[in-house]
């Protein structure tokens, strides 16, 4: 019985998310997080302070994931509201005739450099409407991009699916290197693969076999700094990757290298520079700042995560909290059980460097107020759900975590590894392309499946760091076949009741994923 009531809330939640009228994450995860408090509290017998104290250190927790969304928002509607996105679009349209070349450029290494800062489904909305524009039709449009935004989301957001995804978990940080160094390593291979399935939905075998030496600086040019970066560092790799491989790609288009001769449709729009500048700036500014506060040598990202306290007091029972120097506010003692959790209001990628250009932004463009206040209404809007399901996911993620040994995560993980043993490494991508699936988000998918995956490897004695990797590489693959991407994307272009359809398509090279990660695993393990 303790299995069937461990595993009971995940079943239900596959449930609810996959039926034929489904029920978004918003309602599906905090009703699930619901029905594991009751079996916690009555079946299992876990303390209702310990439970109610991990609830309170859920909501702490999700300031995290949604102050990112929301910073990534406001930026995307900046660009929008000020006129940035259709100079940066008419631009990006002048480089090559070619359609292959503009597919890579715009599906690929412009939406790798986004994922890379923003992350949280934002590339497939925002390249989706360039390559409409460009002349390919939606449908298709949107499964290319649904397809092609994968490699880079295990380090999308700044890293925040493998740094926050992950940090329930307590790793050290040699291990999150690892874990980093073979998620990497992973996409890096399935990337000579999956971006031709994604141009196969749009154009013939034959004029990728023709452009095909195009296709593969494209695809190297993201690829191996994405690889190399992965080595020393778990938030730069595909923001970094993503900006060198679209600026080779950008040049190697222009100078027609692998590409076959294609006639211009339509006559090019003159650009002045200084006009692509002023509306790339955002852009430069966030990948500018992300930079110089993420490298430890230049002393900023020290600072930033500073933990001497410089102001602590009591909320009663509800905890003990502290202020540090660098806005690190902490709650713990949370009603007097070891349960705590902050929020490091400098470091966490939102109020730096999103707002902050975003801030910057408004003034460079000469933003209305009628146009600032539109910007945060219809940010504050889009954050709403989100806010919700992660908040559920967090709540039930700590609480199948309470119960030392007897946890419902353990339990899972236990009986998994009994059903499995070392063939588990087989599967385990898979286990993340599900939780991305019905929750929307790679992070959310580490986060919810994380301890079951340690879990099973230490009861198995496979590689801990290797089987976490292939959970995060799940969890990317996992956004082809994502709803909530699915939906956006489909509303972004105008197309209806196709979101089955697409699935249907985007599970095909979903599969492919998963067998090159259980192929380049067993490899990894030899």
Same mark, same amino acid.
């Given at each position: 019985?303790?299995?069937?009531?461990?595993?009971?809330?995940?079943?239900?939640?596959?449930?609810?998310?996959?039926?034929?009228?489904?029920?978004?994450?918003?309602?599906?995860?905090?009703?699930?997080?619901?029905?594991?408090?009751?079996?916690?509290?009555?079946?299992?017998?876990?303390?209702?302070?310990?439970?109610?104290?991990?609830?309170?250190?859920?909501?702490?927790?999700?300031?995290?994931?949604? &102050?990112? !969304?929301?910073?990534?928002?406001?930026?995307?509607?900046?660009?929008?509201?000020?006129?940035?996105?259709?100079?940066?679009?008419?631009?990006?349209?002048?480089?090559?005739?070619?359609?292959?070349?503009?597919?890579?450029?715009?599906?690929?290494?412009?939406?790798?450099?986004?994922?890379?800062?923003?992350?949280? #489904?934002?590339?497939?909305?925002?390249?989706?409407?360039?390559?409409? @524009?460009?002349?390919?039709?939606?449908?298709?449009?949107?499964?290319?991009?649904?397809? *092609?935004?994968?490699?880079?989301?295990?380090?999308?957001?700044?890293?925040?699916?493998?740094?926050?995804?992950?940090?329930? %978990?307590?790793?050290?940080?040699?291990?999150?290197?690892?874990?980093?160094?073979?998620?990497?390593?992973?996409?890096?291979?399935?990337?000579?693969?999956?971006?031709?399935?994604?141009?196969?939905?749009?154009?013939?075998?034959?004029?990728?076999?023709?452009? !095909?030496?195009?296709?593969?600086?494209?695809?190297?040019?993201?690829?191996?700094?994405?690889?190399?970066?992965?080595?020393?560092?778990?938030?730069?790799?595909?923001?970094?990757? @993503?900006?060198?491989?679209? @600026?080779?790609?950008?040049?190697?288009?222009?100078? /027609?290298?692998?590409?076959?001769? &294609?006639?211009?449709?339509?006559?090019?729009?003159?650009?002045?520079?200084?006009?692509?500048?002023?509306?790339?700036?955002?852009?430069?500014? %966030?990948?500018?700042?992300? !930079?110089?506060?993420?490298?430890?040598?230049?002393?900023?990202?020290?600072?930033?995560?500073?933990?001497?306290?410089?102001?602590? +007091?009591?909320? +009663?029972?509800?905890?003990?909290?502290?202020?540090?120097?660098?806005?690190?506010?902490?709650?713990?003692?949370?009603? +007097?059980?070891?349960?705590?959790?902050?929020?490091?209001? %400098? $470091?966490?990628?939102?109020?730096?460097?999103?707002?902050?250009?975003?801030?910057?932004?408004?003034?460079?463009?000469?933003?209305?107020?009628?146009?600032?206040?539109?910007?945060?209404?219809?940010?504050?809007?889009?954050?709403?759900?989100?806010?919700?399901?992660?908040?559920?996911?967090?709540?039930?993620?700590?609480? *199948?975590?309470? /119960?030392?040994?007897?946890?419902?995560? $353990?339990?899972?993980?236990?009986?998994?590894?009994?059903?499995? #043993?070392?063939?588990?490494?087989?599967?385990?991508?898979?286990? #993340?392309?599900? +939780?991305?699936?019905?929750?929307?988000?790679?992070?959310?998918?580490?986060?919810?499946?994380?301890?079951?995956?340690?879990?099973?490897?230490?009861?198995? @004695?496979?590689?801990?760091?290797?089987?976490?990797? %292939?959970?995060?590489?799940?969890?990317?693959?996992?956004?082809?076949?994502?709803?909530?991407?699915?939906?956006?994307?489909?509303?972004?272009?105008?197309?209806?009741?196709?979101?089955?359809?697409?699935?249907?398509?985007?599970?095909?090279? *979903?599969?492919?994923?998963?067998?090159?990660?259980?192929?380049?695993?067993?490899?990894?393990?030899?």
């Amino acid at each position: 019985m303790a299995i069937f009531f461990s595993l009971a809330p995940i079943v239900m939640l596959i449930w609810m998310m996959t039926k034929r009228r489904s029920i978004p994450s918003y309602i599906a995860l905090p009703f699930t997080a619901a029905v594991v408090f009751c079996i916690q509290l009555f079946w299992f017998k876990t303390d209702l302070t310990l439970l109610s104290a991990n609830i309170v250190t859920a909501f702490i927790s999700v300031l995290t994931p949604i &102050t990112i !969304i929301a910073g990534a928002i406001m930026l995307n509607k900046l660009m929008q509201v000020s006129g940035a996105e259709n100079v940066v679009r008419s631009w990006l349209e002048n480089i090559s005739p070619n359609p292959v070349a503009q597919l890579m450029i715009i599906g690929w290494a412009f939406a790798f450099t986004i994922e890379g800062a923003s992350g949280f #489904g934002t590339p497939a909305a925002i390249a989706a409407p360039i390559l409409v @524009g460009l002349g390919f039709p939606a449908m298709r449009v949107a499964l290319l991009t649904l397809v *092609m935004n994968s490699v880079p989301v295990s380090f999308g957001a700044v890293g925040t699916p493998t740094w926050f995804g992950f940090a329930n %978990l307590g790793l050290s940080e040699e291990s999150v290197y690892q874990i980093s160094h073979y998620s990497a390593l992973i996409h890096f291979v399935a990337a000579f693969v999956i971006p031709l399935l994604a141009l196969r939905f749009i154009v013939s075998w034959q004029e990728i076999r023709r452009n !095909i030496v195009f296709i593969l600086i494209s695809v190297l040019a993201c690829t191996v700094p994405y690889l190399l970066l992965a080595q020393v560092n778990y938030e730069f790799p595909a923001l970094l990757g @993503g900006a060198i491989g679209l @600026g080779i790609s950008v040049v190697t288009a222009r100078a /027609g290298i692998g590409l076959t001769r &294609t006639e211009q449709k339509t006559e090019k729009k003159v650009i002045p520079f200084g006009q692509v500048i002023k509306a790339m700036t955002p852009t430069l500014l %966030l990948i500018g700042i992300l !930079i110089v506060t993420r490298i430890h040598q230049l002393g900023l990202k020290g600072l930033l995560n500073s933990t001497n306290v410089i102001w602590e +007091g009591t909320l +009663g029972f509800l905890g003990h909290i502290t202020l540090s120097d660098a806005l690190i506010v902490r709650l713990s003692n949370v009603f +007097g059980t070891p349960a705590a959790a902050d929020y490091k209001t %400098l $470091y966490v990628p939102a109020l730096i460097p999103f707002f902050l250009v975003v801030f910057i932004g408004i003034f460079l463009f000469r933003l209305k107020r009628t146009q600032v206040k539109t910007m945060f209404v219809q940010t504050a809007q889009q954050t709403n759900k989100p806010f919700i399901a992660l908040f559920g996911a967090l709540i039930m993620v700590n609480l *199948m975590m309470q /119960g030392g040994e007897n946890a419902p995560v $353990y339990i899972i993980g236990r009986s998994l590894a009994g059903a499995t #043993g070392e063939s588990w490494i087989y599967f385990a991508s898979y286990l #993340g392309a599900l +939780g991305s699936f019905f929750s929307g988000s790679n992070t959310v998918s580490n986060l919810t499946f994380g301890g079951i995956q340690q879990s099973i490897a230490q009861t198995t @004695g496979l590689n801990v760091n290797l089987t976490l990797a %292939l959970q995060s590489v799940g969890g990317a693959m996992g956004n082809m076949v994502c709803l909530n991407n699915i939906i956006a994307v489909c509303t972004i272009l105008g197309i209806t009741n196709a979101e089955g359809s697409i699935i249907k398509k985007t599970v095909v090279p *979903m599969f492919i994923y998963g067998v090159i990660a259980a192929v380049m695993a067993l490899i990894l393990t030899l």
